[in-house]
């Protein structure tokens, strides 16, 4: 503590004013802002101050040292108790240095008036502040009216004589500000009127925003504005290799502050920014724009070696597509597609492949086309060209499938599949494909498209229409479908071999809807648009038309019954669709709900056709509780899991062995179905030549098929393991078996597909019986199904070569299969067509070979196997005919003494095919005593029946004529006749 302004001189006016060191130190130690800059500070003057005082005995400069002993310049002044003091102090010329508002803070002491003994009429507590601006320094004292009064300043704290004894200090600051400032600089002015002060400090300041790096951008010192409310705009500068997105900018408000930046600078390409500096990429990393923020690694298969790179190379064989970005890696060509596939579908094929193995690392991979003919001269080919359609493209495919429609049929073309990415173009020509070479079918006719109503009677309605505009071969036979309108689910078809027909037995005044297909040997086209037409009103009916009917009646009775009688004798079927035939060229079918109606036959229902395949199962198979059935043995594996044979106890009946099919843990979905379509179809069928289904396990788990159990497992097996062990006889009676669970089958509608002797189960008293009927319809568990170029699985040796090319597969289908079943029975398990490839197999088919006549084969059977491989399917004989002749054999064991050449049966050597000579029959006596029907020798010989090829001619009436009047005699010696004929047809017998 010490004194800071002492009067002794005039005790009684002066006062003492103490400054507490402790306030003395603040003042030292108060730092500046850095927004603001001094252009006056009383406390940093080492010198006088040397400002100006008038009248000389008013303010007073009283120099002092603080506590560090450093000068300390206060002015002062005291004059209470005097009247009418004025009293100025003029501060020494200020610049501005540009700034146009300057801040003046003062500091200073003020003595309470009314701690001022006697003085109170004179005492003031404030004085004034004035500021006059000039260009230049100005050599006089200033006019008091030169002034421009800044404000009058009251202290906010007066201290008394109490304030004092207690040394306590009040300093008071006070800050005004003066502008706008025009000029260079400016003086200031103190007046005091009577005041006791002590001026402290004067500083005198303008305030300024300071410079500053901002968004890459420097804003450079910038004085505030004249006005206290102003923002001043400024533009930054960007900063080294550094440009600007947006012009940068930023407000500079009247207290200093930088406010509102606008728009940036960003790092050049190859820089970035780090501590508001742009500095270069580091080898291997790059920025391709200024726009990203930081230096990025080069991308896989990328390098740089150099400083601030913008992109990145690749390495040798990789390569960047045109838009692929920098921070992408390099990639390369895919490699060529897999696995193609082609489906051909007459003069359409479906292509299909896999993705290739090799990608390149790109996603954009997709797929061309190159469809090229092929024509007598393999190495050479030509492009398809434009008629031929691709489906969705021929180029840019981004699915691995295409379907190419219209090609030529039965025509040769090699596809290639190319794959390409973004990258493929760079490396060109270099071709990454995969050829497929396939060879189209004959297309089906197109549809029918002009249909007209002819005549039309109350129950009839006369049609005729125009050959398809694209009939794609010789039109077969139309199929016409009618039904009455909304009752869809009952129509009819009629069958014709002429562009026009009557469908009759309709109702009057009803109205009739039609459609009409045509078909070639490639199959159906499809169905025409539907045409209704109406028939006539019962009424309206003419008489000549009233008498149609009866007429009609009587012309389709006898059609019918004609057609019955001939059909018989002609057809030799036993359960054919075809109720009555109106016309040799017509054949008239009836269906409800999709099946057949034939009063007698039952239809075999694809359980696929059922929307939920339980419920098939269900209504076909009977459901057995698990607890009824003990799984003794495995016995093989099947395609589902393991096949086991055990007990099954059913409450009521006696124990028995059954073979019990499981479904392994852990099928999907799909699975269980396809399993259980098995039981679903096996179910159908009741037939001894047919494994019987005993019912499913599909409650619990596993789920299971339960048939009998066949003791001696498959045929070929068992075959192989008893070679030679066997007569003609027994194995004509396993043929017999076969065959006849194969009529059945072809009964219902089934066609099997897989009949192979592998599909086949013996028992323990040799009894055949068909099998394997759980994937039949689609092959996929046989290990002998390949793959053909049209994508399906068809076991090859077994399989006919219309099924094979255009998967037209039939009863008459079945039959080849079965014609080379008999060749496996024949040859005991002799693996057909030996080791030769599947390839050389079709070829050799298809180029008229057969397989030769196994060893010790009767020739009567070989004979069978080669009429079951002809090549046009209509020829083959039917499973009855095939029945029959068996059963012919059985009971005629002679027939089967005859064997075949032994140059029919060349080991190894396919031979072709030729008529062989079969057994004879001698004579019509033989004949009829053969079937104890020797009782009609003598009429047949009257009537002129003297020779068997006479007899072979005759018909039902003729029978009737001769004498046979008993209907089941009838029917022997009819169907004696027919098979005599079949026999004579495929040559197995002469005359
Ligand atoms: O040749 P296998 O003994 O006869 O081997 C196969 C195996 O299961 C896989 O299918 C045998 N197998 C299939 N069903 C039956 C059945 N109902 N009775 C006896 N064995 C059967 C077949």
Not at 88 to 101: F, K, P, S
Not at 377 to 405: A, I, K
Not at 706 to 734: A, C, H, P
Request: some cysteine.
């Amino acid at each position: 503590m010490f004194a800071l302004w002492s009067c002794t001189r005039r005790p009684v006016s002066c006062t003492k004013v103490w400054v507490s060191l402790l306030t003395l130190a603040a003042l030292r130690t108060s730092a500046i802002p850095n927004n603001e800059v001094n252009l006056l500070d009383s406390r940093s003057v080492v010198d006088d101050l040397g400002w100006i005082a008038y009248p000389k005995n008013g303010w007073e400069e009283i120099g002092e040292v603080d506590e560090n002993y450093s000068p300390i310049h206060t002015y002062q002044v005291c004059k209470v108790m005097e009247h009418n003091q004025n009293n100025w102090l003029q501060t020494n010329w200020i610049l501005t240095e540009g700034a146009q508002r300057v801040f003046v803070e003062l500091k200073f002491t003020l003595r309470d008036c009314n701690s001022l003994p006697g003085g109170l009429g004179t005492c003031k507590e404030t004085f004034n502040i004035f500021y006059f601006e000039s260009n230049e320094k100005q050599e006089r004292v200033i006019r008091e009216s030169d002034y421009v009064k800044i404000d009058t300043i009251a202290a906010d704290e007066s201290f008394t004589e109490l304030d004092l004894g207690d040394r306590v200090m009040k300093l008071n600051t006070e800050v005004r500000d003066l502008g706008p400032l025009t000029k260079k600089g400016f003086y200031l002015a103190f007046q005091d009127v009577g005041a006791c002060i002590a001026l402290v400090s004067v500083r005198v300041f303008y305030k300024k925003c300071p410079a500053v790096v901002k968004n890459l951008a420097l804003f450079p010192d910038t004085i505030t504005g004249s006005d206290s409310s102003q923002l001043l705009e400024v533009s930054g500068i960007c900063v080294n290799m550094s440009v600007a997105e947006d012009l940068p900018r930023m407000h500079c408000s009247a207290e200093g502050e930088w406010l509102v930046p606008i728009g940036k600078c960003m790092c050049q390409p190859g820089y970035e920014e780090q501590n508001g500096t742009c500095q270069a990429c580091r080898p291997g990393f790059f920025k391709a724009s200024a726009q990203s923020p930081s230096c990025n690694k080069c991308p896989p298969h990328s390098f740089t070696r150099a400083e601030g790179c913008t992109s990145c190379q690749c390495e040798p064989g990789y390569y960047r597509g045109g838009s692929d970005p920098d921070n992408m890696a390099c990639t390369k060509p895919p490699s060529a597609p897999r696995n193609a596939i082609s489906n051909v579908n007459e003069t359409s094929v479906l292509l299909e492949w896999a993705p290739p193995a090799e990608t390149g690392g790109r996603r954009d991979i997709s797929y061309s086309v190159v469809c090229r003919k092929v024509g007598s001269d393999p190495w050479r080919s030509e492009e398809c060209g434009g008629h031929v359609r691709y489906l969705p493209g021929r180029t840019g495919l981004r699915n691995c499938s295409v379907m190419v429609t219209d090609l030529l049929a039965h025509t040769n073309y090699t596809f290639e599949v190319e794959a390409v990415n973004g990258v493929s173009y760079l490396v060109a020509p270099v071709r990454r494909f995969v050829t497929l070479n396939v060879t189209t079918n004959q297309a089906a006719p197109s549809l029918v498209s002009v249909v007209k109503k002819g005549r039309a009677a109350k129950d009839s309605i006369a049609l005729s229409w125009k050959e398809p505009e694209r009939p794609n071969g010789i039109i077969l036979e139309y199929e016409i479908k009618y039904f009455e309108k909304d009752q869809e689910t009952s129509y009819t078809i009629i069958k014709s071999k002429e562009t026009e027909v009557i469908a009759d037995g309709l109702r009057p005044s009803s109205v009739y809807v039609f459609q009409i297909r045509a078909r070639t040997s490639a199959g159906y086209g499809g169905f025409s648009q539907r045409f209704e037409f109406e028939t006539s009103p019962y009424l309206a009916a003419s008489r000549d038309q009233g008498q149609l009917p009866i007429v009609a009646v009587a012309v389709i009775v006898g059609v019918v019954l004609l057609a019955l009688v001939t059909g018989f004798l002609l057809s030799g079927r036993r359960c054919g669709y075809s109720i009555a035939k109106q016309d040799p060229d017509e054949e008239k079918m009836h269906f409800h709900s999709g099946l057949l109606q034939l009063p007698g036959v039952r239809t075999y229902i694809d359980p696929h056709t059922y929307e939920d395949p339980s419920q098939a199962v269900h209504e076909f198979a009977k459901e057995i509780d698990a607890s009824c059935i003990t799984i003794e043995r495995v016995i093989g594996a099947g395609e589902f899991g393991e096949v086991c044979s055990g007990p099954l106890r059913l409450p009521g009946k006696r124990e028995f062995t059954v073979a019990i099919k499981t479904l392994k843990a852990g099928y999907t979905e799909k699975q269980r179905r396809d399993f259980l379509a098995e039981a679903s179809i096996m179910g159908q069928f009741d037939h001894p030549n047919i494994i019987h289904l005993e019912g499913v396990v599909t409650k619990s788990k596993p789920v299971m098929i339960i048939t009998e159990y066949m003791e001696n497992g498959s045929l070929d097996t068992f075959l192989k393991k008893n070679d030679g062990q066997f007569t003609v006889i027994q194995l004509v009676g396993m043929l017999r078996g076969i065959a006849s669970g194969m009529r059945y089958l072809s009964d219902t509608g089934f066609v099997h597909r897989d009949l192979a002797a592998r599909n086949i189960l013996v028992n323990s008293n040799l009894v055949c019986k068909v099998s394997d009927f759980g994937l039949s319809r689609v092959l996929e568990d046989d290990p002998e199904a390949a793959y053909t170029t049209r994508g399906g699985k068809i076991p090859i040796r077994w399989t006919a070569p219309e099924a094979i090319t255009f998967r037209k597969f039939t009863s008459a289908s079945d039959v080849w299969s079965y014609g080379i079943v008999m060749w496996e029975v024949m040859s005991y398990g002799e693996r057909p067509y030996w080791e030769m490839s599947n390839q050389d197999v079709i070829k050799a088919v298809e180029e008229n070979y057969r397989l030769p006549g196994p060893m010790d084969c009767p020739a009567v059977l070989y004979q069978l196997m080669m009429d079951c491989w002809q090549k046009e399917r209509n020829s083959r004989p039917k499973f009855d005919e095939i029945v029959s002749l068996l059963d012919k054999l059985i009971r005629n064991p002679i027939s089967l003494k005859t064997l075949v050449n032994s140059s029919d049966r060349e080991s190894n050597l396919l031979v072709e095919p030729r008529s062989l000579d079969g057994p004879i029959f001698q004579s019509v006596e033989d004949w009829l005593e053969g079937m104890k029907m020797g009782r009609y020798v003598e009429t047949f010989v009257e009537s002129g029946y003297t020779t068997m090829e006479l007899v072979a001619q005759m018909t039902l009436d003729d029978l009737r004529r001769v004498g046979v009047s008993l209907a089941g005699h009838q029917k022997k010696i009819a169907s004696s006749i027919q098979e005599m004929r079949v026999q004579l047809m495929n040559g197995s017998v002469t005359f």
